[in-house]
């Protein structure tokens, strides 16, 4: 099993600033199996990006994906209020599906 | 647009089984995806249980797999997770969720149910 590590686990940014989320894995995972979702509290996760570097339908270009291997980036480019949440990254292997703990961006 | 519902008890006791609903509505569920359930608890990340084909073919988190069905019901438009044998462990709040086209990822959630375990 794969097993995802996110750093940092807080993010303690002002909003109109650069946020950049690592997720590293176990082992390689393939570029079309990797994910990131953003939770807000009390509601469900929301797909950002799919392949590393695709962005899911409606999310901002502000959000973007970068990685290959087994090092993973999510980089969102100027902080809205909005963007003030929980971050996952996921991958999927062997029918397996599995996620990082999940990094909080919180507002400084 | 594709909307999916949870449903089930709030409450279960210990040692008993936790039952669950996903209703799909807004499109078939006999389509080219996959349909999972994913818990998490309280305060903590998300994990995934398991997922299903509309032709029956299942996935399952190997460390749940022995406590754990998925089913399909291709006439009410849903499937379903029955987890046995439950634990304090087992409070937590169950989503399902749809895989994309091509089963990597999660697209469509649905708004999640807290489950507790207590007696």
């Known amino acids: 099993e794969t097993v995802l590590t996110q750093s940092p686990g807080t993010l303690s940014l002002s909003p109109g600033e650069r946020a950049t989320l690592s997720c590293r894995a176990s082992?390689?995972?393939?570029?079309?199996?990797l994910a990131w979702y953003q939770q807000k509290p009390g509601q469900a996760p929301r797909l950002l990006i799919y392949?590393?570097?695709s962005r899911a339908t409606g999310i901002p270009d502000r959000f973007s994906g970068s990685g290959s291997g087994t090092d993973f980036t999510l980089t969102i480019s100027r902080l809205e209020p909005e963007d003030f949440a929980l971050y996952y990254c996921?991958?999927?292997?062997?029918?397996?599906?599995?996620f990082g703990q999940g990094t909080k961006v919180e507002i400084k | 647009q594709l909307q999916l519902q949870e449903s089930g008890p709030g409450l279960v006791k210990p040692s008993e089984a936790l039952s669950l609903s996903c209703a799909v509505s807004?499109?078939?569920?006999?389509?080219?995806?996959?349909w999972g359930w994913i818990r998490q608890p309280p305060g903590k990340g998300l994990e995934w249980i398991a997922s299903?084909?509309?032709?029956?073919?299942?996935h399952y988190n190997p460390s749940l797999m022995h406590r754990v069905t998925i089913s399909v019901d291709t006439s009410k438009n849903q499937f379903s997770l029955k987890l046995s044998s439950v634990t304090a462990t087992d409070t937590a709040v169950y989503y399902c969720?749809?895989?994309?086209?091509?089963?990597?990822?999660?697209?469509?959630w649905g708004q999640g149910t807290l489950v507790t375990v207590s007696s």
């Open positions: 969720a749809r895989h994309d086209h091509w089963g990597y990822h999660l697209d469509y």
């Open positions: 807004g499109g078939s569920i006999e389509t080219s995806h996959f």
């Open positions: 299903i084909y509309y032709r029956g073919t299942t």
């Open positions: 082992q390689s995972v393939s570029s079309s199996y």
């Open positions: 392949g590393v570097s």
């Open positions: 996921q991958q999927y292997g062997s029918s397996l599906w599995t």
